[in-house]
């Protein structure tokens, strides 16, 4: 496995939320970049349960030695964007007409976030489950 995925549950087979992350593009010189997704059950919103999910992920990532993460969001998404930008994600892209979902389609706004600034060269990536 490349990338964490990682489950937030209140009890046995009650899954409140989950995050992960996923490749950026394949191509070698974004083995430092990473694309990260959240998702909170309706009900469980305002808990917490995204940030901490979102906490833990960045964590394992940087153990990985990921350095930027990109967040993909549907464009009129003002709760996730909000939520994002809470978390230091700040919006850096607009693509028009870029996702095709419920009979439509949509903008799509990205936002990033830096977790390790600077210009030094990074230390190898390290896949997820290569990680002790």
Not at 3 to 8: F, G, Q
Not at 23 to 47: G, M, P
Not at 83 to 88: S, V
Not at 89 to 116: E, G, I, N, S
Request: net charge negative; with cysteine.
């Amino acid at each position: 496995m490349r990338y964490p995925y990682l489950v937030a549950a209140t009890g046995p087979g009650t899954i409140v939320g989950y995050a992960y992350a996923s490749a950026y593009s394949f191509r070698t010189a974004y083995d430092w970049a990473a694309e990260v997704s959240v998702y909170v059950d309706q009900t469980k919103l305002a808990h917490g349960t995204g940030h901490q999910l979102y906490t833990a992920l960045e964590a394992e990532l940087q153990r990985q030695h990921v350095v930027s993460l990109g967040a993909c969001i549907t464009a009129g998404n003002q709760r996730s964007i909000a939520f994002h930008e809470r978390d230091g994600f700040r919006q850096t892209a607009v693509f028009p007409h870029f996702a095709y979902k419920l009979d439509q389609w949509w903008d799509v706004v990205w936002l990033t976030k830096v977790l390790t600034p600077g210009d030094a060269a990074p230390e190898p990536f390290i896949p997820y489950s290569e990680l002790r």
